[in-house]
């Protein structure tokens, strides 16, 4: 069978342990074909008012709505999980540990976005997809593309931000087809999503601007409460302030 690209994203009552998925939107994009899912689901969970803030969803949006694990979409991810295909999110792990919640465990290869753009564009103010989605105005290629597929774009919907990852993807592919021209660019981007970011200086909080080097000599204490303290603290900083300490 030929191999698939799944571009994925999902909403989710918050970012907590105990939250979960309430929407998720994937396109699958085959040779010819491009299939598109975009469902939301009731949960036991209650919606969090800043979640609710971002993606707009409602309590009374999911009334009669089925379960994750009991919907259309989640078992047609579940028969696409196979390693010949690619999953692409923006972001992977956050989407991923969410869908593990709900008895999903991925065996495809994963493409995050987040991370490559991290590697290929590392002088980047910001790295969100809303940011390139302005930066490398996608936002006016995004209509004509939405209309094919029947879609509505909207900022923080599930399927909207797929098909915008979708537009980000190729812009990715041509950088990495300019910085690796003698590598599979899907291949390449498969192994920059599993090599960690050694991130060199603070772009937030109150060493912002210093380096991690420098902060290890002055205040190796707050890195080290960083490591214990910060429970969402993102895993390449960990992995950055790790290699700094010499742990």
């Known amino acids: 069978m030929a191999k698939r690209y799944i571009i994925l994203d999902t909403e989710t009552t918050g970012t907590g ?27 036991e969970v209650p919606i969090g008012f800043g979640a609710m ?30 390693n010949e295909n690619y999953l692409i999110i923006h972001n992977a792990p956050f989407d991923i540990t969410m869908l593990e919640k709900e008895g999903f465990k991925t065996q495809m290869r994963v493409i995050d976005t987040l991370r490559v753009a991290k590697h290929l564009l590392p002088d980047e103010e910001a790295h969100r997809l809303q940011y390139f989605r302005y930066k490398m105005e996608l936002y006016k290629e995004e ?19 797929v098909l915008v990852l979708k537009l980000f ?16 660019p ?13 991130i ?24 080290r409460w960083m490591l214990s303290g910060m429970e969402n603290l993102d895993e390449d900083m960990r992995y950055s302030i790790n290699t700094v300490l010499g742990s």
């Open 53 to 82: 803030e971002v993606h707009g969803i409602t309590p009374s949006m999911l009334e009669g709505k089925p379960k994750c694990k009991e919907s259309g979409a989640y078992k047609r991810l579940q028969e696409l999980n196979t």
């Open 143 to 161: 209509q004509k593309e939405a209309d094919a597929l029947n879609i509505v774009v909207k900022a923080h919907d599930a399927i909207g931000d």
């Open 200 to 223: 060199k200086s603070f772009n937030f909080g109150k060493y912002k601007g210093k380096t991690l080097k420098e902060v290890a000599t002055s205040d190796a204490a707050y890195l």
């Open 186 to 198: 899907v291949d390449k981007m498969v192994s920059l999503t599993a090599t960690p970011i050694l």
């Open 17 to 43: 342990e105990a939250d979960r998925v309430i929407q998720l939107g994937f396109m699958v994009l085959g040779e010819k074909e491009i299939e598109v899912q975009n469902e939301l689901f009731s949960s």
């Open 169 to 184: 993807l190729s812009k990715l592919k041509e950088i990495v087809l300019a910085q690796f021209p003698s590598e599979n």
